[in-house]
Structure formats: structure tokens, C-alpha cells
């Protein structure tokens, strides 16, 4: 039950409010990890407080050895799975499938996301709220501030799906205030509990304003050219109704966006690198197509027809200016609605491109959606290109009574001047349950089928997957909590039946210690038919043919609660028609809450008829964290293909709530002896960046 104040709690994590104790506590938590539906080892209690103006939650993690509490970060959106922490889910319309999720630890870290359908829909949602944590000798205490001005909520519901789930990291223990089964997250919204008594809500602000300066110097150290500019720009949003927002962007600009990380190609296919543009990936779920991809699953899907680092950036990942962008996202009773629309500056001798994509969905059943997507626009070309899709995407938790199980269904057709139209077609089931965890899928991507405002990685292809892991707990071994035996498939043929590839993975076994350590043995067998020849990363090249090759991969994750954590690995066997070993490991090291590193290496040799390389790639991170809203993060990564060096630091300062600055600097080294040795680094160009923006409402 909520209770309405006049006067707040003060956000400070000292939990010594008077105001607390006018709240009644919530149920004890129960064990979702590593025994079901069993008291949690360590007392949890919240409250709920709320005045006209934010939601206030008080949280206690009570623990009886207070000195092995983990809470080894303070960096603002990292998920703080390393430490003891708390996860926080509201459905403000209680419409049992969309909200918003938070995560907390001790010192206060911030993370926040969107729930799109019962799923967590990634980080890419930043709003303004504060938190703060403390450490006492009672355990760790938590206090919450949302203001109602940073969420869409429906102002006459008194009642929102709402739950919570601790950590305790050093016991690998998990646990949730409202748990109807540990196979569902805290982001099943339709399996929530509830808080009540949310009752005359104040109005909220309409306007939504954050104007931002920027100014850069960029040096081409090659040629000599040095560029000053300053830009002045910023997004303007106004709440159409409580749950639907347009936003106007000028001059849209990305200078505080990460690097990309580098990768490697051993295939004959192209790599996709992720959007890290935030105007993009604000209320991203909403334009979501076609089935949910499972966390582990290894793939996802076969073409999305709208992938937004297609506007804004060329097919090389140089930046293009967005002078103009708009976007309508939210929801309308059942509905669904998302539009983009952007205006991109010219570019060497192509005249400015507009670009628009309209994503509409509509709720049906209890947990299941319909819908259909449209582009328009190709930001590369002056040709006309649109693209159409519709889907239908079926779930249940309530399947063999407490099961859950998910449908889907989709289509798209895409037309463009030098290809006329073209089609891509799928379907698929899944059964993502605790003891069982099967799918089964189809889909077919015609020769042409290639989305201007999409990706799609292969074409002319029909493919055919299926997979099933059998996870049983080992209650009577004391040192085991449970072990996977698993196998996936993946036969690709041509539109004319004939097998251009295949791959059967068997895990035997995948085994998850009672200690956090978990290990895994992979036999992979695959079947590759190029029908030309190409050439990977590193400069070894692959006939056309037929080939059959077996490798074998060993992989150890070490535990969360270490002070090292991470994994490495090994990969050896058959490669087309040589030999391919790898060797890989991902390290973290957190030595306190003030600086997290992190390093990773990836060292593959082959061994060709005709040829022997490497290939390798590296990078270490190092992030030192002042404050909660404070930080100054370094990244060095390096691969010996391109034998160069990249540097990007970034500095990012959230003074007051919404109101933030960034100083961002990048340099890119190369070697004079064209990539035969790193001891004569040079720099090839460098770029410095100082930005600032704030946030009005009203």
C-alpha cells in the first residue's frame, strides 16, 4: 500500500525519516536461486511514499555479515551484476506487459530500462530519478526518487503492477518480493504483484525542453587539416496524452556516443555493430519486429527491416549530420504506435535524403501483439525504396498451467528502382521454461531482399533451427546447483532446396557450480558450400567447395563474487579446408567502488595449404568511478589486422538531474612500418569534444 505525504523522505540512504514509518512493510522476499519458494537467507523490507510531485521507495537489505556485502561499482548504467543489488519493476497502466525496470546496488549506481511485452527491451532509456545506498552494520538500505514527470502512467489508475528482486551476490542467492516461478524474470510485468492506493496524482509537465553546445576540434595528423566548429542544437518533447510523447530534434548531435568495438570476420558474411546513438535508442522496443530473441539464444533475427545506424551513418560508419528528426512514440489505449521521421545533410554527390519508418502494434489476447512496420526513404541513393511488414507475435505464462510459451509469425515484402519487389517470410515456437528450454523456427529471404533502412546478413537462403536443453537441479549434490545438456541446429539451403550450410552444436555438459564458476564443453559440426571464393580477417582465403569440419570448445565463467571476474576459453579443430585454434578471455577486476577494469583478448591461428596468420584483438577498459553521477571512463583497443591503435576517453558529469556535461577525446594511432610492428606509433587524427546540455520541464 502507498502512502500519500506532504512532506518526502530525504534522498540520502540513511533511511532515518520519520515519514518511513507512515508506510506499512512489504511480505517477506522468497528464493527464486537456488531453492525455489523458500524464505531468502537474509530479511527484506520495502516501502512506498508519494506526494504530488515523485514516487518514493525505501528499501532494507538487512544482512547478518554486513562486511561481505559486494558493491564494487558506482558507474551509471552498468548492471551491477557483480554486486549485491536490487532490481525494481513498475507497470504504471497495469496493463500486465509494458513498464519500466531500475536497478540499484549499494553505492547508489543507477540503471534503467524499458519492458517491452513482458521483456526487458535493453538500457537504452535514460530518464531522471535519483537513488542513494548506504552501508551500515545491519546491511545495505536504499532510497528511491521517481518523479511522476519522468514516467508515461495513467493519472486515474490507483493501482500499478509493481516488483522487486534482490541479489546476494556472494551466496549467488536470488529472491523476489512477488515470484510465480524462477523461470520468469522481474520483467514479466504479467506476473507482478501489485501496489495500491496511488490516489490524485498531481499533473504532470507537458513541455520537455534540452537545448544543448557542443564544440569540437578535430586534426588530421596525415594531411595536416585542422576543423573548429561549435553547434548549438536539442530536442523539444511534448506529452500528447499521459502514455504518448512527439519529439522534435535539431541539428541531432552523438558526440558523447561510445566507439564501436572492434570485431573480426572469419565468414564469409558482413558484421552488424550495435546503435549506441541515444536519440535512437530512447523507446527503441517500440519498433521491435518479429519474435523475441531469448538471452540465449545465439542469433537473432534473420533480417530486421529497420536497423537505425542506417540513418546518420554511411555504410562505412562515417557520421552523416541529421538536420531535422522526429519521433512519435508511446501508447493509445491497445496500441502501439512509433514514427521516425529524419532529415540527413548532404553528402559528397548526394543531395539531402529523408528517411521515415512507422511501426504500429496492437495488444491482443492477454500477453500477445499484432502489427505492422513500413520505411521509406534510402539515406545512401536518390532511388525510391519502401519496405511493408506485418507480424504476430503469441504468448502465455499460463500454458500446462504455470508454463510459458511463445508464437510467432511474420512477413515483409521490401521494393526499391533496381530490384522491383522481394520478400522475406518466418516463423517460429519457443518453450523458455526452467527444466526445458526448446525452439523451433523457420524462415526463407529472398535473393533481393535487402532493406535500405534494415539489415539483412544473408540472402536467397531457406533456414531451419531447432534446439532443446535439458537443465535439471542437483539438490543432492552439494557443490553443483544444476547442469545443462543441450543441442541446437541450423540447416541453411538455397531457394532451390539445395544445403549451402549447416551447423549441430552439443553441449555435454554445461555445468553452473554452487560456487559461481560454470563450465561448458562445446562439439560443433558444420558444413559450409561457398560458391566463391573469399578472403577473412587476417588475409587467408577459402576456395569455393564443399567443406566438413569439427571443433571443440572448453569455456570457463568465473564467478560474479571474485575479485576477478569474467571467463576465458578455448577453441580448437577443423576450418574449411585447414586448421583453426582460438584463444580468448574476458577479465574483470574490481579492486574497489572507485575504479572498474576490464580487459579482453582474442587470439585465433590458422593454418591453410597454402598459408599460416593470426588474428588477433585486444582492449582494456578502465572506468574511474567519483560519484554516482560522475565518471571518467579510458578504452585502448587494438587488433593486428589494421596494426592500429584506438583511444577514447570520456568524461561525463551529471551535476543536478538532467542537467549534464561530457568531455570526450579520441585518437587513432598507426605504425610507420605498415603494420609490421607497433614500436613506432604515430597518430593518424584526433578529435576532442566538450558538450553540455540540460533539461526543462514545465
Given amino acids: 500500500m502507498a502512502v500519500k505525504v506532504d512532506t518526502p523522505p530525504v534522498i540520502d540512504g540513511i533511511m532515518d525519516d520519520e515519514v518511513w514509518n507512515l508506510a506499512p512493510k512489504s511480505s517477506p522476499f522468497v528464493q527464486d536461486d537456488p531453492v525455489h519458494g523458500v524464505p531468502m537467507t537474509e530479511r527484506t523490507e520495502f516501502r512506498v511514499l508519494y506526494d504530488d510531485k515523485a514516487l518514493y521507495l525505501g528499501f532494507w537489505c538487512f544482512d547478518s555479515e554486513p562486511n561481505k556485502i559486494l558493491a564494487r561499482t558506482m558507474s551509471r548504467d552498468d548492471w551491477p551484476d557483480a554486486d549485491d543489488f536490487l532490481i525494481i519493476s513498475i ?51 536504499c532510497e528511491f526518487k521517481l518523479p511522476f514527470d519522468s514516467i508515461a502512467f495513467a493519472p486515474n489508475n490507483t493501482t500499478w503492477g509493481f516488483n522487486v528482486e534482490r541479489t546476494i551476490r556472494r551466496k549467488n542467492e536470488e529472491g523476489k518480493w512477488h515470484s510465480e516461478g524462477r523461470h520468469l524474470s522481474t520483467s514479466a510485468m504479467a506476473n507482478a504483484g501489485e501496489i495500491r492506493g496511488l ?61 564501436d568495438t572492434r570485431q573480426l570476420n572469419f565468414t564469409r558474411f558482413s558484421l552488424m555493430y550495435p546503435e549506441k546513438r541515444d536519440f535512437f535508442l530512447r523507446d527503441s522496443g517500440i519498433f521491435s519486429f518479429g519474435p523475441l530473441q531469448s538471452r540465449s539464444s545465439s542469433s537473432g533475427m534473420p533480417s530486421t527491416p529497420f536497423f537505425s545506424r542506417t540513418i546518420g551513418l554511411t555504410k562505412q560508419g562515417m557520421p552523416v549530420p541529421i538536420n531535422l528528426a522526429t519521433k512519435i512514440t508511446g501508447r493509445v489505449g491497445d496500441y502501439n504506435i512509433g514514427m521516425i521521421g529524419a532529415m540527413l545533410d548532404d553528402q559528397d554527390d548526394l543531395g539531402s535524403q529523408n528517411a521515415f519508418v512507422t511501426r504500429i502494434s496492437r495488444n491482443v489476447l492477454e500477453q500477445s501483439s499484432v502489427g505492422m512496420i513500413s520505411t521509406l526513404g534510402d539515406p545512401n541513393s536518390n532511388m525510391d525504396a519502401y519496405m511493408i511488414g506485418t ?290 606509433l604515430y597518430v593518424r587524427n584526433s578529435e576532442l569534444s566538450i558538450k553540455a546540455q540540460t533539461t526543462f520541464r514545465f
Avoid at 91 to 96: G, I, Q, T, Y
Avoid at 107 to 115: E, L, P, W
Fill in 91 to 141: 507497470d504504471p497502466f497495469l496493463d500486465r506487459r509494458n513498464g519500466y525496470m531500475f536497478a540499484v546496488n549499494a553505492n547508489g549506481s543507477r540503471f534503467d530500462a524499458i519492458i517491452n511485452n513482458n521483456a526487458y527491451a535493453g538500457s537504452s532509456w535514460d530518464t531522471i530519478w535519483d537513488c542513494r545506498g548506504k552501508v551500515t552494520n545491519k546491511g545495505w538500505f
Fill in 199 to 259: 490516489k490524485g496524482l498531481g499533473k504532470v509537465s507537458k513541455w520537455e525542453v534540452t537545448p544543448y553546445a557542443v564544440g569540437k576540434y578535430q586534426h588530421d595528423n596525415l594531411s595536416g587539416d585542422v576543423n573548429t566548429l561549435g553547434e548549438f542544437g536539442g530536442d523539444i518533447s511534448y506529452r500528447l496524452s499521459p502514455n504518448m510523447n512527439a519529439t522534435l530534434s535539431v541539428n541531432t548531435d552523438f558526440a558523447e556516443t561510445e566507439v
Fill in 391 to 680: 507480424d504476430f507475435n503469441y504468448r502465455t505464462t499460463k500454458f500446462l498451467t504455470d508454463k510459458t510459451l511463445r508464437a510467432s509469425v511474420y512477413s515483409m515484402a521490401n521494393y526499391d528502382d533496381t530490384t522491383d519487389w522481394s520478400y522475406a517470410h518466418g516463423t517460429g515456437l519457443s518453450y523458455p521454461n526452467e527444466f526445458i528450454d526448446a525452439r523451433l523456427s523457420y524462415y526463407q529471404i529472398d535473393d533481393e531482399f535487402k532493406p535500405k533502412l534494415g539489415y539483412t546478413r544473408r540472402t536467397n537462403i531457406r533456414k531451419y533451427s531447432s534446439g532443446i536443453s535439458v537443465r535439471p537441479r542437483t539438490e543432492t549434490i552439494s557443490w553443483l546447483r544444476k547442469y545443462h545438456i543441450s543441442y541446437y541446429n541450423s540447416l541453411y539451403t538455397t531457394m532451390d532446396n539445395q544445403m549451402e550450410s549447416q551447423k549441430h552444436s552439443l553441449y555435454i555438459p554445461y555445468l553452473d557450480f554452487e560456487s559461481g564458476f560454470d563450465f561448458s564443453f562445446e562439439i560443433e559440426r558444420e558444413f559450409d558450400r561457398p560458391d566463391r571464393d573469399f578472403t577473412v580477417s587476417g588475409g587467408g582465403k577459402v576456395p569455393a567447395g564443399e567443406y566438413w569440419w569439427t571443433d571443440y570448445n572448453f569455456d570457463i565463467d568465473l564467478p560474479d563474487a571474485g575479485l576477478f571476474n569474467g571467463g576465458f576459453g578455448y577453441v580448437f579443430g577443423d576450418w574449411y579446408h585447414g586448421e583453426k585454434d582460438t584463444i580468448y578471455a574476458r577479465v574483470g577486476y574490481d579492486p574497489f567502488k572507485w575504479l572498474n577494469t576490464s580487459v579482453r583478448y582474442s587470439h585465433s591461428g590458422f593454418e591453410l595449404p597454402d598459408t599460416e596468420f593470426d588474428a588477433q584483438v585486444s582492449s582494456l577498459n578502465l572506468r574511474f568511478n567519483f560519484t554516482p553521477d560522475m565518471g571518467w571512463s579510458h578504452l585502448v583497443q587494438h587488433d593486428n589486422i589494421s596494426d592500429s591503435v584506438g583511444y577514447s576517453t570520456r568524461f561525463f558529469w551529471e551535476f543536478q538531474p538532467g542537467k549534464k556535461a561530457y568531455v570526450v577525446f579520441r585518437q587513432n594511432y598507426g605504425d610507420e612500418d605498415d603494420g609490421s610492428s607497433l614500436r613506432d
